[in-house]
């Protein structure tokens, strides 16, 4: 209440308003910073994350081919029997990767090609930029990306399907097909192959989290966060700069504002000093006070 009852000369501003002015634009470039923070840390860690099992995914596909290759194909093909995964790599991918999905249908895993013995491989739009893309650059042997395929965003995972000799035994020319290939695949589709020709490509993809809504999630929460610890900080320095500068300071007022009007004897109030700066102020100027007195009874003495 010193505060006003002192405050005979106007003021435009207080010191609390400036404190509370620097507070409240730190707290919003805070907030203002946070945002793209989140967005950042939250793209780069759904990212990282799919990325590792995108890597998972690839290599498990990877190592089934290498079983027909190594193991399978070797064993069976001098016996002369005939059936498609134990011979095909491809074929065996595509058979787990089917038996896969129906266990993590979020997944992404096809063999796609633009001219496929089975019609379920034709390519996506995505699978048909990719393949041109493929056949475009002869070099390329793996793309990695994220896309969207039936309206779903994935972190995708693309490799070349390249004729090599042995493809042709089964999609070469389709009167000399197995009848394991024919009957159920017919002749139509999936054959004449041509040596060192991209006919497919092995699409992997791994769902991407929707980065917005973590976004939107993350960014609440942290600003609630930032909230609260800014309201109490707020309130924390509000109350020190009223107790430790306001009303010393108030005091100090009050009684110079009563010394300049001729109340030499005003008492001091020390209630609210303190031994800091503003406690140096107080007693410099009831030293300034003391003096004056000393002075104004000399000249009347004398
Ligand atoms: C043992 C026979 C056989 C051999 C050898 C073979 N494939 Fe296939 N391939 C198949 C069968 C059967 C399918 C269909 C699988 C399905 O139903 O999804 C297929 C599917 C594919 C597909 C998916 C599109 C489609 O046709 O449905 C691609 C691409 C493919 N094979 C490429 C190759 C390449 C490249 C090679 C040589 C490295 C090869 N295949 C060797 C039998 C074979």
Do not use: W
């Amino acid at each position: 209440m010193a505060e006003s009852s002192a405050g005979k000369v106007k003021r435009s501003s207080s010191v609390r308003g400036r404190f509370n002015r620097a507070l409240l634009l730190f707290y919003i470039i805070s907030v203002l910073v946070s945002i793209p923070a989140t967005y950042f840390l939250t793209k780069q860690q759904v990212l990282s994350q799919a990325d590792r099992e995108l890597t998972l995914l690839v290599d498990m596909i990877r190592a089934a081919r290498n079983v027909v290759r190594e193991e399978t194909r070797p064993y069976f093909m001098p016996k002369g029997e005939f059936f498609g995964p134990t011979i095909s790599s491809t074929v065996m991918a595509n058979t787990i990767a089917g038996k896969f999905l129906r266990e993590q249908p979020d997944y992404y895993i096809k063999i796609a090609s633009d001219n496929p013995l089975n019609l379920k491989n034709l390519p996506e739009p995505l699978e048909t930029q990719l393949l041109s893309r493929f056949r475009a650059d002869g070099e390329l042997k793996r793309i990695v990306e994220t896309g969207t395929v039936k309206g779903k965003l994935y972190l995708v995972s693309a490799a070349p399907a390249k004729v090599k000799k042995g493809c042709m035994r089964c999609h070469g020319d389709p009167a000399e097909a197995p009848s394991e290939i024919t009957e159920p695949y017919g002749t139509t589709s999936g054959y004449h192959y041509t040596m060192g020709d991209v006919v497919g490509a092995t699409v992997v993809g791994v769902p991407l989290a929707d980065v917005n809504s973590l976004v939107v999630q993350r960014s609440i929460a942290v600003i609630i966060t930032l909230s609260l610890l800014f309201a109490l900080v707020l309130v924390l320095v509000n109350l020190l700069v009223r107790r430790s500068i306001i009303n010393p300071l108030s005091a100090i007022t009050a009684h110079a504002y009563a010394v300049s009007h001729g109340d030499f004897d005003a008492v001091f109030d020390k209630e609210n000093l303190r031994d800091d700066e503003i406690g140096e102020l107080a007693i410099s100027f009831e030293l300034m006070r003391r003096s004056m007195l000393l002075a104004a009874k000399r000249l009347k003495g004398g």
